[in-house]
């Protein structure tokens, strides 16, 4: 079974430094990957995906991610962090014969120090 | 273009009442999805819908029921609520094309059982 697993519950950064969101899956064949953002009270919203091709895939806000199939991870990235990143971060996999049922990780949250 | 719009946003329901939970979509999508979100447990698939008529359980389907007579329409029904159901519902639709597993969300239904 699919399965995706985020092993920081909860991260500090100071506004300004880097940051890196971990994410490892457990998935028998090639898998579409996915990062979502929400904000307090808010639904999803997609930060990047990866379905094939190049292994680093941007996405909106300044984030990227990298998929290492050897290491089965697809952690995400930014450079400088920003205080209207801090948030919940979910990874997901994409499952079924279109990819159409996800399975998400217990999310990481965020917290950004001035 | 609205996306995924839910009602309620928020609702208390005392146990063994029921409810309907109201999802519709205005992209045309032919996948439908309810997750319930716990506390440090990312998103459970509830129930998904592959098209109007179509339906079936996902992770967490027990305590719930779904119908699906248009391509709009995804709504969630709950009944004899359990405290146990409290938790956030989120409604996703995504287009179910091969290769384009996108799931777009809706801001969620904050539901609590008494």
């Known amino acids: 079974a699919q399965s995706v697993t985020q092993p920081d519950i909860h991260i500090t950064v100071s506004e300004g430094a880097s940051l890196e969101l971990r994410c490892n899956y457990s998935?028998?064949?090639?898998?579409?990957l996915f990062w979502y953002v929400q904000s307090p009270g808010q639904g999803l919203q997609l930060l990047l995906k990866?379905?094939?091709?190049?292994?680093l895939v941007q996405g909106i806000k300044g984030f990227e991610a990298e998929f290492k199939r050897s290491q089965s991870s697809f952690n995400l990235r930014k450079p400088s962090v920003h205080w209207s990143d801090a948030a919940e971060y979910f990874c997901?996999?994409?499952?079924?014969?279109?990819?159409?049922?996800?399975?998400f990780g217990p999310g990481t949250r965020l917290s950004v120090l001035p | 273009n609205a996306g995924v719009t839910q009602t309620p946003k928020f609702r208390i329901l005392k146990i063994g009442q029921s409810m309907t939970l109201q999802c519709t979509q205005d992209?045309?999508?032919?996948?439908m999805y309810w997750y319930r979100q716990d506390p440090g447990m990312g998103l459970k698939l509830i129930y998904y819908s592959v098209g109007a008529g179509i339906t079936d359980k996902g992770e967490v389907p027990n305590g719930y029921n779904v119908s699906r007579s248009t391509t709009e329409d995804f709504p969630l029904r709950l009944e004899l609520a359990a405290p146990s159901q409290t938790s956030v519902y989120f409604c996703?639709?995504?287009?179910?094309?091969?290769?384009?597993?996108?799931?777009?969300f809706g801001p969620g239904t904050r539901l609590t059982v008494l």
């Open positions: 996703a639709s995504s287009t179910g094309l091969a290769g384009v597993p996108e799931q777009f």
């Open positions: 992209m045309n999508h032919n996948y």
């Open positions: 990866y379905f094939s091709g190049d292994t």
């Open positions: 997901a996999v994409a499952a079924g014969n279109y990819g159409q049922n996800f399975v």
């Open positions: 998935y028998g064949a090639t898998p579409y």
